[in-house]
């Protein structure tokens, strides 16, 4: 008997037209469910880049983060506490009277020290004669070529060129030597056999010593180390923290 080739095809077709309809389905679904995570991380960046373009706006609006209670730990500076700091002879900038005081333990040799001299000159820009900034050196024994520049800079300060020298010595970090201290002495116009002199005082050194000293009875172990009237900010913060601890002191955060 002759078999009919027509119902042959048929036959063997429908499976393969089943499984390409199955296929298909699981194609479209499978896009559909792409399309629907892709759709949903879209949402999601979306809301990202809204919170980041609010935020970086209340920044350039100048809203700064309003200040929070932070827990003290045992081997640092209680930052919720007023400590007081004698700062007598200690090189400033702005008039005692200033409603805010800014004292800085800082080492010449801290790459972080350096990083935040811009934002503290931001400060005495924005606030003029409100606040007043104080210098204590603290130089770390981890930086053994900070206690030279330490004493290049408290020579100048007798002679009334400190932070001239302090800003000398941190923009040139990188060349950090008493060669160097007795260029920028002849650069400032200061009289150089002195400074030299000054150098080399050993009451020079026992200044600088008492500062490191008074840093460690506050417990203040690294470098940068900030107390606004009184109260601890630790490290190379940026200006929108120090504003917001400033405008609680002068009663307008």
């Not at 004493?151 to 060349?175: C, P, S, T, V, Y």
């Not at 180390?225 to 009663?251: H, M, T």
């Amino acid at each position: 008997m002759a078999r009919d080739s027509n119902a042959g095809s048929r036959g063997s077709g429908g499976p393969l037209i089943v499984a390409a309809l199955i296929l298909g389905a699981a194609i479209v679904g499978g896009s559909l469910l792409v399309r629907s995570a892709l759709q949903s991380e879209t949402a999601e960046l979306a809301n990202v880049r809204a919170a980041l373009t609010e935020l970086h706006e209340a920044v350039q609006a100048g809203a700064a983060p309003k200040p929070t209670r932070q827990a003290a730990r045992p081997d640092r500076p209680d930052p919720n506490k007023r400590y007081e700091i004698d700062v007598e002879g200690s090189p400033s900038l702005g008039p005692e009277s200033s409603k805010v005081t800014i004292v800085e333990f800082s080492d010449f040799q801290c790459p972080f020290c350096a990083r935040v001299v811009p934002t503290i000159k931001k400060v005495e820009e924005e606030y003029g004669d409100q606040v007043r900034v104080v210098f204590k050196h603290l130089p770390l024994n981890i930086h053994p070529k900070a206690p030279a520049a330490h004493a290049a800079a408290e020579a100048a300060h007798r002679q009334g060129k400190f932070w001239e020298m302090h800003d000398k010595i941190f923009a040139n970090q990188r060349e950090m030597s008493p060669e160097k201290y007795v260029e920028y002495a002849r650069e400032l116009g200061l009289d150089v056999e002195r400074f030299q002199k000054d150098v080399a005082d050993p009451e020079v050194k026992r200044r600088v010593d008492a500062d490191a000293r008074q840093a460690a009875s506050l417990l203040v172990r690294g470098t940068p180390g900030f107390f606004i009237n009184g109260r601890y900010i630790s490290g190379a913060q940026p200006f929108e923290v120090f504003k917001a601890r400033i405008d609680e002191e002068l009663g307008e955060g």
